[in-house]
């Protein structure tokens, strides 16, 4: 088995704590996760990196991941969440640590086929590796019912599309986001940022989850929220965009609307709503946490990374 360096803290995953040298990047800091990062990789390492790292953080691991490849004798990389949108300068900035022994994970199906094109990496060194839900508890309870909608998050949302909907229900919808706020909102929304900690709390008290995704997307968003909301056994309600299906199957395990549709949402989100399709709903919610307690957990999404990493050529 190859030994493993990673900035990937999971240290209440049994298969992960058994063969990862973990770096706690909240507990080092950047300069100093930088260092032993550096400091600790051997050719005969696969460095696990999180490819979500975004600006707030310096983007670290990607800049790891250079400093690596310019190395005589450099381990091999893997790189997980590279769900990135393509461009010609991102591009450039991705040739500075590809090469043969860099591997990327992405989150959904479309883009493990879309990712070699889009970037120009062998297809051989790209690998799908489903996202998972990030509650708390190893085992989220199941909280069907609640009052309203909720929507959370910010990367790639369309949330004009979902307050043209929102105009159109009678039920209260929150929307936890950092996004400014528009000058006119309908009256029954709630708009605004909240904590990590409130965000869950609003999720698990909703009676519907709506995450609304803008048109035309190229690389898969918004699992977190629909798969945390899944594993509650809520009703979402999505847009038809890269990673959807991959989780969703439309009238069983959750709504699949088509993306922009503004009277398409309001329809879905009316009918989950609607009492008279009370045992509908939660029959849905149920399914869907099936569904996702195991196929989507923490542990399945590590065991997957350890096939991926055991898989690499030495």
């Known amino acids: 088995m190859r030994p493993i360096l ?14 990862a040298r973990m770096l706690d990047r909240d507990e080092l800091g950047p300069r100093e996760l930088l260092r032993q ?11 696990v990196l999180d490819g979500g790292i975004g ?26 969440d590279s769900t990135w949108t393509p461009g010609r300068g991102r591009r450039a900035v991705l040739r500075s640590f590809d090469g043969p022994r860099t591997a990327y994970c992405v989150l959904s199906s479309s883009e493990r086929e879309s990712f070699p094109r889009d970037w120009g990496v062998d297809p051989a060194r790209v690998f ?10 190893d085992e989220p309870e199941a909280l069907p019912g609640g009052e309203g909608v909720f929507a959370g998050g910010d990367s790639l949302r369309d949330h004009e599309t979902l307050l043209a909907a929102a105009a159109e229900v009678d039920a209260p919808v929150t929307i936890a986001t950092r996004r400014k706020r528009p000058e006119a909102l309908p009256g029954n929304v709630t708009w605004g940022p909240v904590s990590p900690e409130t965000f869950v709390e609003q999720l698990r008290a909703s009676a519907v989850v709506v995450v609304p995704m803008r048109s035309g997307l190229v690389r898969s968003a918004g699992q977190q929220t629909y798969l945390n ?14 990673g959807v299906r991959d989780h969703v199957v439309d009238g069983e395990t959750g709504l699949v609307v088509p993306a922009g549709d503004g009277r398409a949402l309001a329809e879905a989100l009316r009918w989950a709503l609607d009492p008279a399709n009370g045992s509908a709903v939660r029959a849905m919610g149920e399914r869907a946490r099936e569904v996702v307690r195991e196929a989507a957990s923490p542990d399945a999404y590590v065991e997957r990374l350890l096939r991926v990493v055991d898989s690499l050529p030495r």
Do not use: C, E, N
Not at 55 to 80: E, F, G
């Open 6 to 19: 990673t900035t990937l803290h999971f240290p209440r995953r049994p298969a992960w704590a058994a063969r």
């Open 128 to 137: 799908f590796t489903p996202f998972y839900w990030t509650l708390p508890d």
């Open 37 to 47: 990062l550096l400091g600790q990789a051997s050719p005969d390492d696969v460095v």
């Open 229 to 242: 909301a899944m594993a509650l056994g809520k009703p979402v309600v999505v847009s038809d965009v890269p």
């Open 55 to 80: 600006l707030r953080d310096l983007y670290l691991d990607r800049v790891a991941a250079t400093l690596l490849a310019r190395r005589r004798k450099p381990p091999t990389v893997l790189i997980t």
